[in-house]
């Protein structure tokens, strides 16, 4: 989620040019596909390993490796290369590498709702935009946080030039030192950490506000689409059914998660799939017409709107570059 390493994701795309790097599934063969997660392995994933560990993915004629990169667009940049078959990046992220010509796409949107918020200790009494003035505000300019930043200052009318701006690392300590009031922080990582230390503290959630940024996806290269159509098809389907799965069993999610990462702590992955799965996932906004998977265009039309007034974003790709319904609907057409 890190916006200003944009030149790093204009890459060869070489690999693209070996024929057969992973062959298709034959009789009782399966097919071996890699998934980039954007982080190392968490609670945000609960869904995946859920659906590797009921073998989801084999029984589509897969051969799943997990791998992580550290960031979202590290994630997109290994896919375009051709180092991996499919990544889980931001959905913003795609719409920044579309207009840089890494031709990626999101076939499957697992998390709706942006995880950007701005956390600060209840004693502060930071509860509305407005009582930020006059306050030291954590920030963070290389992040998709700073982006939202403006976005919410932008519709409060506060000028951002007149508030006292503190450079802020991830962790909590800087707003547990009081050196800053408030900071910018991920709901699934911070504003976690706080409810299982027990720390008090209010925050400010985007979509609280009206404003949203379209989050985690499953994305893979135009061409695999083209010419591989039926491993895109069973990728989909078996990570949809995995997170399905995970979102009405969450404790058995949680021990797929630890069994195969088990240096996670099990308390901390359990509460970040249950923040993901009240607030983050947005599965209680999906309809018949608009199923769990759905790339909603209307969120991404806004968060290409947001990108391009606050971002690194000149002018938006064409709704068809983003974006293909066409697995999630398949995949929910045969569940009827």
Not at 136 to 142: D, F, P
Request: hydrophobic fraction near 45%.
């Amino acid at each position: 989620m890190r916006w200003h390493r944009i030149a790093l994701l204009i890459v060869p795309m070489i690999l693209w040019a070996l024929p057969g790097a992973v062959p298709d599934a034959g009789a009782g063969e399966l097919t071996k596909v890699t998934y980039v997660l954007q982080w190392a392995p968490d609670g945000r994933w609960a869904g995946e390993y859920l659906a590797k560990e009921r073998g989801y993915y084999r029984d589509e004629g897969l051969d799943v490796t997990f791998t992580h990169q550290r960031g979202s667009l590290a994630a997109i940049q290994q896919v375009g290369a051709g180092g991996a078959e499919f990544a889980c990046p931001e959905g913003g992220d795609i719409l920044v590498v579309r207009e840089k010509g890494v031709t990626v796409r999101s076939v499957a949107l697992l998390s709706r709702n942006t995880p950007i918020a701005f956390m600060s200790l209840k004693e502060a009494n930071i509860t509305k935009p407005e009582d930020l003035i006059g306050k030291k505000v954590g920030v963070q300019r290389a992040s998709s946080t700073y982006t939202g930043f403006q976005a919410l200052m932008n519709k409060h009318k506060i000028d951002i030039e007149t508030l006292e701006k503190i450079e802020a690392a991830f962790g909590l300590e800087i707003l547990l030192l009081k050196k800053v009031d408030i900071r910018p922080v991920f709901m699934f990582n911070e504003y976690v950490l706080a409810r299982r230390r027990g720390i008090p503290v209010n925050v400010m959630w985007l979509p609280d506000y009206g404003i949203n940024l379209v989050s985690m996806t499953v994305a893979t290269t135009d061409r695999m689409i083209r010419e591989r159509p039926q491993v895109v098809q069973a990728l989909v389907n078996a990570t949809l059914r995995g997170r399905l799965d995970a979102i009405k069993e969450r404790q058995a999610a949680v021990e797929a998660l630890v069994k195969n990462v088990p240096d996670l702590d099990r308390g901390l992955a359990e509460e970040t799939w249950n923040v993901l799965v009240d607030q983050l996932i947005g599965v209680k906004d999906a309809t018949r017409e608009r199923p769990y998977g759905f790339n909603d265009p209307d969120l991404f039309k806004a968060t290409g709107e947001i990108l391009q007034k606050f971002g690194p974003i000149k002018k938006l790709p064409p709704e068809a570059e983003v974006f293909d319904n066409r697995f999630v609907e398949a995949f929910h057409r045969a569940r009827r």
